[in-house]
């Protein structure tokens, strides 16, 4: 069974601080991973999409990361700020189904 | 603005009522989805549909039916049948099916059925 596995499940951090979300998967054959930016009563939104071949990829203060062997992805936030305060989550798409399993989000507090 | 509207954003119910959601989309996209989110959990897949006058059962559709009768509509009904229909719901739309093609949302519709 396709699984993806995130952590911490929440975090809290002051304004200004890094922190780094973890993704673990095990869907296979892998197309793409995801990461989602999703605001209190929002939908998500895209802050990056890495393929087989990318090891990292870059959004502003956003970087996310990827092994494709150990099978696992970071998104790291630097110089955080309140507006990152959100719930991330971790999606990834098998290139076998089509269809994406995503992860149960990592909640990010910032505060000041 | 291209985009996705859902409507309405909150939405109450009484027990044994069907309710349909609403879902817009102005992104000339082929595909469409309804997922549901519960607190703490990942987002679980309706129903999908990859073009007008098609679509197919997610991993939860009981309970649950949708349309697709115009590119830019997918509307979702919740029937009396679903036993604990609560929750976020969430529609998205891709250019193509293809597993490259990311994932666009709308900013979701609260449901609460009592």
Same mark, same amino acid.
């Given at each position: 069974?396709?699984?993806?596995?995130?952590?911490?499940?929440?975090?809290?951090?002051?304004?200004?601080? *890094?922190?780094?979300?973890?993704?673990?998967?095990?869907?296979?054959?892998? =197309?793409?991973?995801?990461?989602?930016?999703?605001?209190?009563?929002?939908?998500?939104?895209?802050?990056?999409?890495?393929?087989?071949?990318?090891?990292?990829?870059?959004?502003?203060?956003?970087?996310?990361?990827?092994?494709?062997?150990?099978?696992? =992805?970071?998104?790291?936030?630097?110089?955080?700020?309140?507006?990152?305060?959100?719930?991330?989550?971790?999606?990834?798409?098998?290139? *076998?189904?089509?269809?994406?399993?995503?992860?149960?989000?990592?909640?990010?507090?910032?505060?000041? | 603005?291209?985009?996705?509207?859902?409507?309405?954003?909150?939405?109450?119910?009484?027990?044994?009522?069907?309710?349909?959601?609403?879902?817009?989309?102005?992104?000339?996209?082929?595909?469409?989805?309804?997922?549901?989110?519960?607190?703490?959990?990942?987002?679980?897949?309706?129903?999908?549909? /990859?073009?007008?006058?098609?679509? /197919?059962?997610?991993?939860?559709?009981?309970?649950?039916?949708?349309?697709?009768?115009?590119?830019?509509?997918?509307?979702?009904?919740?029937?009396?049948?679903?036993?604990?229909?609560?929750?976020?719901?969430?529609?998205?739309?891709?250019?193509?099916?293809?597993?490259?093609?990311?994932?666009?949302?709308?900013?979701?519709?609260?449901?609460?059925?009592?």
């Amino acid at each position: 069974k396709n699984q993806v596995e995130q952590s911490p499940q929440s975090l809290i951090i002051l304004e200004g601080k *890094n922190c780094t979300l973890q993704c673990n998967y095990t869907v296979s054959p892998f =197309s793409n991973l995801r990461w989602y930016k999703q605001d209190t009563g929002r939908g998500p939104v895209s802050l990056t999409i890495m393929t087989f071949s990318e090891n990292t990829k870059s959004n502003g203060r956003y970087t996310a990361t990827l092994d494709a062997d150990t099978k696992q =992805s970071s998104l790291h936030i630097t110089a955080s700020q309140l507006s990152d305060s959100a719930s991330y989550i971790c999606v990834v798409t098998g290139t *076998n189904a089509g269809k994406s399993t995503f992860g149960d989000g990592t909640t990010l507090t910032v505060k000041p | 603005d291209g985009g996705i509207t859902q409507s309405p954003k909150y939405l109450f119910r009484k027990e044994g009522q069907n309710v349909t959601l609403s879902c817009e989309q102005n992104l000339n996209h082929d595909a469409m989805y309804w997922y549901r989110q519960d607190p703490g959990q990942g987002l679980r897949l309706i129903y999908y549909s /990859q073009i007008v006058n098609d679509f /197919q059962k997610g991993d939860i559709a009981e309970g649950y039916s949708v349309s697709r009768e115009k590119k830019e509509s997918f509307p979702l009904t919740v029937t009396s049948a679903q036993k604990n229909p609560t929750a976020f719901y969430l529609c998205a739309s891709s250019e193509t099916s293809s597993y490259n093609s990311p994932l666009h949302f709308g900013n979701g519709t609260r449901l609460t059925v009592t």
